[in-house]
């Protein structure tokens, strides 16, 4: 920790100002607060929790969906367990569960295809959440699906692409920056060259950043550096796993089974081409198609500042649900959560909470 400690007064040497930086990535932000990295700063920096929790993000409309789709008795609903506990306007899975929905956790997408082949009878939707790291998975499964002609499995797609997302973030004047720690497993599939509109639309240093304590010190080094010498270039200080290009394969698989369409994020509304779906070669397997659901309007949470706090607006203990009757027990939010939700984080690993 000393290293780290002499590493953040170096940082906070080279900056000319106070500075707010914005890590993207769900993962980051909860190792910022593991790692006990905020405490090592100074009021001259700043750091700021930003839409990198796919789960977070997800409205409640497709919430509800889901748990409307498990509630069918001819359906098997197949999720990540980060999912299983998000609330929905109606309670959420695990509750729909309780109530004799038939709701599996898995651990891959191609496991849905084996729940699929297991069980002829039943319709099975796979809860297909995630930013473009999880996306090129369910392509394989989608792919995988057709291939073997299994004629019983569905994917509810609800994945979301980063660049419109913050594009909309960052045009909106909302919330000040002077940096971003980009997404270190976003940018394996994507590379890096897919965040160069932050440098040259919004003229803000960005740097990919791995998830070590010092990778991520090390990211935020690269930052004040730009920052220092006036400069604004997308920066790669996770060379380990992550290139300009990115993962051809993967993005080939993305571009062969979906394409991208308007969808809306919590907190930030309604982004044009910032979603993915099927392509019409692969809409036998689109869910929401096959099982059309009439459902009621969405209801959030009254209080819940999630959609404030994934956008940056809000801090978690500006939410005066927070730590009350908000907790990782009684989850209000799917902040609360996403083992990647900044609540979840904050409550863990933070100190505001205590009175």
Request: glycine residues 8%; hydrophobic residues 40%.
């Given at each position: 920790?000393?290293?780290l400690r002499?590493?953040?007064r170096?940082?906070?040497?080279?900056?000319?100002?106070?500075?707010r930086?914005?890590?993207?990535?769900?993962?980051?932000?909860?190792?910022?607060f593991?790692?006990?990295?905020?405490?090592?700063?100074?009021?001259?920096?700043?750091?700021?929790?930003?839409?990198?929790?796919?789960v977070?993000?997800?409205?409640?409309?497709?919430?509800?969906?889901?748990?409307?789709?498990?509630?069918?008795?001819?359906?098997?609903?197949?999720?990540?367990?980060?999912?299983?506990?998000?609330?929905?306007?109606?309670?959420?899975?695990?509750?729909?569960?309780?109530?004799g929905?038939?709701?599996?956790?898995?651990?891959?997408?191609?496991?849905?295809?084996?729940?699929a082949k297991?069980?002829?009878?039943?319709?099975?939707?796979?809860?297909?959440?995630?930013?473009?790291?999880?996306?090129?998975?369910?392509?394989?499964?989608?792919l995988?699906a057709?291939?073997?002609?299994?004629?019983?499995?569905?994917?509810?797609?609800?994945h979301?692409?980063m660049?419109?997302?913050?594009?909309?973030?960052?045009?909106?004047?909302?919330?000040?920056?002077?940096?971003?720690i980009?997404?270190?497993?976003?940018?394996?599939?994507?590379?890096?060259?897919?965040?160069?509109?932050?440098?040259?639309?919004?003229?803000?240093?960005?740097?990919?950043?791995?998830?070590?304590?010092?990778?991520?010190?090390?990211?935020i080094?690269?930052?004040?550096?730009?920052?220092?010498e006036?400069?604004?270039?997308?920066?790669?200080?996770?060379?380990?796993?992550?290139?300009?290009?990115?993962?051809?394969?993967?993005?080939?698989?993305?571009?062969?089974?979906?394409?991208?369409?308007?969808?809306?994020?919590?907190?930030?509304?309604?982004?044009p081409q910032?979603?993915?779906?099927?392509?019409?070669?692969?809409?036998?397997?689109?869910?929401k198609?096959?099982?059309?659901?009439?459902?009621?309007?969405?209801?959030?949470?009254?209080?819940?500042?999630?959609?404030?706090?994934?956008?940056?607006?809000?801090?978690?203990?500006?939410?005066?649900?927070?730590?009350?009757?908000?907790?990782?027990?009684?989850?209000?939010?799917?902040?609360?959560?996403?083992?990647?939700?900044?609540?979840a984080?904050?409550?863990?690993?933070?100190?505001e909470?205590?009175?």
């Amino acid at each position: 920790m000393s290293s780290l400690r002499d590493l953040a007064r170096k940082i906070e040497d080279l900056l000319p100002r106070p500075v707010r930086l914005m890590e993207v990535c769900g993962t980051h932000t909860v190792n910022i607060f593991r790692y006990g990295l905020r405490s090592l700063f100074t009021d001259k920096l700043t750091l700021i929790s930003g839409p990198g929790c796919p789960v977070c993000v997800t409205p409640q409309e497709e919430i509800d969906y889901f748990i409307a789709a498990a509630s069918k008795p001819d359906v098997i609903l197949a999720t990540f367990g980060d999912m299983i506990r998000v609330p929905g306007s109606q309670g959420s899975l695990k509750e729909a569960r309780a109530r004799g929905a038939n709701v599996k956790i898995v651990y891959s997408p191609l496991d849905a295809l084996k729940i699929a082949k297991e069980n002829p009878d039943y319709k099975v939707v796979f809860a297909a959440v995630g930013f473009e790291t999880t996306a090129p998975a369910v392509a394989v499964a989608v792919l995988e699906a057709r291939k073997e002609k299994i004629p019983n499995i569905y994917f509810a797609v609800s994945h979301r692409t980063m660049p419109e997302a913050m594009r909309a973030l960052l045009g909106s004047g909302e919330v000040r920056l002077d940096g971003l720690i980009l997404p270190g497993h976003v940018s394996t599939i994507t590379g890096a060259r897919y965040f160069s509109f932050v440098s040259e639309e919004f003229s803000l240093p960005a740097v990919v950043a791995g998830f070590e304590a010092h990778q991520i010190m090390h990211g935020i080094y690269l930052l004040a550096k730009q920052i220092a010498e006036g400069r604004a270039e997308v920066e790669i200080a996770y060379r380990e796993a992550v290139s300009w290009e990115g993962n051809p394969m993967g993005k080939q698989l993305i571009r062969k089974v979906f394409e991208p369409c308007d969808v809306r994020w919590r907190g930030l509304g309604l982004i044009p081409q910032s979603g993915l779906r099927l392509r019409d070669e692969f809409q036998d397997f689109d869910a929401k198609e096959v099982l059309p659901l009439e459902l009621p309007q969405a209801k959030e949470t009254p209080g819940c500042l999630c959609g404030e706090i994934i956008c940056g607006r809000a801090t978690p203990p500006e939410c005066k649900l927070f730590a009350k009757v908000c907790t990782p027990e009684t989850p209000k939010g799917p902040c609360m959560v996403s083992s990647e939700g900044t609540c979840a984080a904050w409550y863990a690993y933070g100190t505001e909470h205590v009175s």
